[in-house]
C-alpha cells in the first residue's frame, strides 16, 4: 500500500493494522512523514514537529507490538498536539512572540493520557496568538491554509489540527474549544470536532478552575476516531474542580440509536445571528435529505437571553485573567486581537460579571427545558464560506456588520453557554464546493446520547454523494497566491540557536 493511501486509513484502521502485525508503528510514522514533507508547506498546518524523538518511540512501539504487548490503545499512532496545550521537551509556542522558544518540562494532563496510552507525541499544529480568534495565522508559525484552497483559511483556533487531518498529515489531532475554536476548524475542513459537556475531560491548565466556558476536545476524520481518542483523554482531575469521574470505558460502546426515533429540532441561525443566504440555502438541503428518516424534525427558537453580550463578559474576563499581566508589562509583545479584548474586560464592572453568570444560569435553564422536547438540535457551523486567510474575520455577514473580530463566530459560542456537548460533522460541500459542517447540539451531560445521533447522522450523510465527507486532493492542491509563512516576523526559536526563549504562557480557551 503506497504512503498516501497508508494515511488516508482511519486510526482505527490503523490500530487493527499494528495489532494483524501487517504494518508497523515504524512504517507508519515514515508514510506520515512523506505526506508532511509533500505536503505540509502547502497549507502550513504543523508549527513544531519531534521527528527523531517520534522514530525512537515508533521503534519501540513496533517491538511492543510484535511481542503481543501494546502500552496502551493508541500505541504507536502518531498524533498532533495543539500549539496553546504543553507538550514535554517539545517546544509550545502559542503562537506568540512571548513564548518563541518556550519548551515546557511536563506535559499538560491531558497530553499526559495520551502519551500513556501509547499515542507518540509528534507534532504541534497551528493556532491563531494566543488562541484568538477563528483564523489560525501568528508572527511565530504564519498562516494555516485550507486544504481545499490554501488561499482561504483554515479556521481557528484548532486550525492547524483540522488541516493536518483533513490532509491526511496525522490521524488525530487535540483541539480546544470556547466559542468554536474546536467545531468552527473541523466545519470548514472537512472533519470532525468534538465539544465535550463541561467537565468530561479535564482541565486543570484553565486559568478560571470554575469557569466552564473553556473546554477540551478530540478531533478526527470519523467518529469512531473520535471516540476512540476520547475514551483516553477523559477523565477526572483534582485541579480542575469541574470535572467529574466516570468509568473508563464510558465511551467504548455507545447506545444504538435508530434514525426514525430521533425528535430533531432546527435553527438556520441561533436566535438571530446572521448567515450568509448560501449558507441557510446548503443547511435546508440537508434538512431535507434528514427529514425523512428521523421521527420529527421541527423548527425550534434558540433565542435564549442576551447571549453575545454574556459571552463578551465571560470571555473578556478569561482573557484578562490570562493575558491582563503581561499585555500591561509588554504591550507590544501582544496583538491588537488580546489588547482588545483585555481593555475590554478592564471596562467591565463587578456588576457586569455578576449579570453575566446569572444570564449564563438562565440561557442555561431555558436551554434544558428545550432540550426536553427533542434529542438534537442541528444547525450550520459557520455563517459563511471559508474566506482569504489575509482577512481576521468578515466585517459583514448578510449585510449586517460585525462589531468585535469573533462576533462572526456566533452560531458556535451560543451554544457553549449552556455547558452541554457540541459536535460539527462533515456534510458535503456548501455552494462555493468548500466543506460544510452540521452542528449538533445535545443535553447537557448527554455526551454518550449525542454521539451516538452523530454516528447515525454519519452514516446517512456517508451513503449520498452530495453530502458525504469530501476529500481533499492534496496532490492537485495549488500554493497560496500569497506565501503562508510571509506574515513570520518572530520565528520560532529552536534550540541550540543561541537565541534566549521567552516567558511561558497561560491560555485562554
Given amino acids: 500500500m503506497s504512503g498516501s493511501r497508508l494515511c488516508a486509513l482511519s486510526a482505527g484502521e490503523v490500530l487493527a493494522a499494528f495489532a494483524a502485525k501487517s504494518l508497523t508503528p515504524s512504517e507508519y510514522l515514515a508514510a506520515c512523514l512523506e505526506q508532511i514533507t509533500q505536503f505540509n508547506p502547502k497549507i502550513n498546518a504543523l508549527a513544531a514537529m519531534d521527528v527523531e524523538g517520534a522514530t525512537v518511540s515508533a521503534k519501540e512501539a513496533t517491538q511492543r507490538w510484535q511481542s503481543d504487548t501494546?502500552?496502551?490503545?493508541?500505541?504507536?499512532?502518531?498524533?498532533?498536539?495543539?500549539?496553546?496545550?504543553?507538550?514535554?521537551g517539545l517546544l509550545t509556542t502559542h503562537g506568540s512572540i512571548r513564548a518563541r522558544g518556550h519548551v515546557p518540562n511536563d506535559d499538560m494532563p491531558m497530553v499526559a493520557r495520551l502519551r500513556a496510552a501509547g499515542a507518540i507525541i509528534f507534532a504541534k499544529t497551528n493556532v491563531p496568538e494566543v488562541g484568538a480568534g477563528g483564523n489560525s495565522r501568528n508572527p511565530v508559525w504564519g498562516a494555516t491554509g485550507n486544504p481545499f484552497d490554501a488561499n482561504l483559511i483554515a479556521g481557528g483556533s484548532s486550525g492547524g489540527s483540522a488541516a493536518a487531518l483533513a490532509a491526511n498529515l496525522l490521524p488525530l489531532c487535540t483541539g480546544s474549544d470556547t466559542g468554536g475554536s474546536l467545531r468552527m476548524p473541523a466545519a470548514l475542513c472537512g472533519i470532525v470536532g468534538y465539544r465535550p459537556s463541561v467537565g468530561v475531560i479535564a482541565h486543570p491548565t484553565r486559568p478560571l478552575g470554575w469557569s466552564g466556558i473553556s473546554v477540551l476536545g478530540p478531533m478526527a476524520r470519523t467518529i469512531d476516531d473520535l471516540t476512540l481518542m476520547l475514551g483516553v483523554c477523559q477523565g477526572h482531575d483534582w485541579d480542575d474542580p469541574l470535572s467529574v469521574s466516570s468509568a473508563p470505558e464510558r465511551f467504548e460502546a455507545l447506545p444504538q440509536v435508530s434514525l426514525n426515533e430521533l425528535r430533531v429540532g432546527f435553527s438556520e441561525d441561533f436566535g438571530g445571528v446572521p448567515v450568509e443566504p448560501t449558507i441557510r440555502q446548503t443547511f435546508r438541503a440537508r434538512l431535507d435529505l434528514l427529514r425523512p428518516h428521523v421521527k420529527e424534525c421541527r423548527p425550534v427558537d434558540l433565542n435564549l437571553g442576551d447571549m453575545d453580550r454574556c459571552f463578551d463578559i465571560l470571555r473578556a474576563e478569561s482573557f484578562g485573567v490570562a493575558f491582563g499581566a503581561g499585555v500591561q508589562e509588554d504591550p507590544d509583545s501582544f496583538g491588537p486581537h488580546i489588547k482588545e479584548n483585555v481593555a475590554l474586560g478592564k471596562a467591565m464592572s463587578l456588576a457586569d460579571r455578576g449579570w453575566a453568570h446569572n444570564e449564563q444560569t438562565r440561557i442555561?435553564?431555558?436551554?434544558?427545558?428545550?432540550?426536553?422536547?427533542?434529542?438534537?438540535?442541528?444547525?450550520?457551523?459557520?455563517?459563511?464560506?471559508?474566506?482569504?486567510?489575509?482577512?481576521?474575520?468578515?466585517?459583514?455577514?448578510?449585510?449586517?456588520?460585525?462589531?468585535?473580530?469573533?462576533?462572526?463566530?456566533?452560531?458556535?459560542?451560543?451554544?457553549?453557554?449552556?455547558?452541554?456537548?457540541?459536535?460539527?460533522?462533515?456534510?458535503?460541500?456548501?455552494?462555493?464546493?468548500?466543506?460544510?459542517?452540521?452542528?449538533?447540539?445535545?443535553?447537557?451531560?448527554?455526551?454518550?446520547?449525542?454521539?451516538?445521533?452523530?454516528?447515525?447522522?454519519?452514516?446517512?450523510?456517508?451513503?449520498?454523494?452530495?453530502?458525504?465527507?469530501?476529500?481533499?486532493d492534496m496532490k492537485t492542491l495549488a500554493l497560496s497566491e500569497i506565501d503562508l509563512r510571509s506574515i513570520v516576523t518572530h520565528p520560532p526559536i529552536l534550540a541550540g540557536s543561541g537565541q534566549s526563549a521567552r516567558a511561558s504562557l497561560q491560555t485562554a480557551v
Avoid at 70 to 88: H, S
Fill in 70 to 88: 501494546p502500552k496502551g490503545p493508541l500505541d504507536g499512532l502518531p498524533i498532533g498536539v495543539k500549539d496553546l496545550q504543553d507538550t514535554k
Fill in 364 to 472: 442555561l435553564r431555558r436551554f434544558n427545558a428545550l432540550m426536553s422536547e427533542v434529542d438534537v438540535i442541528v444547525l450550520p457551523t459557520s455563517p459563511v464560506s471559508p474566506f482569504t486567510w489575509t482577512q481576521s474575520h468578515p466585517a459583514r455577514i448578510d449585510g449586517q456588520g460585525m462589531d468585535i473580530y469573533y462576533r462572526w463566530l456566533a452560531l458556535c459560542y451560543r451554544g457553549s453557554l449552556s455547558g452541554g456537548p457540541a459536535i460539527t460533522l462533515p456534510c458535503g460541500r456548501d455552494a462555493f464546493g468548500m466543506p460544510f459542517g452540521l452542528q449538533m447540539l445535545g443535553a447537557v451531560r448527554g455526551d454518550e446520547q449525542l454521539l451516538s445521533a452523530a454516528k447515525a447522522f454519519e452514516a446517512l450523510f456517508a451513503a449520498q454523494e452530495e453530502t458525504a465527507r469530501p476529500l481533499a
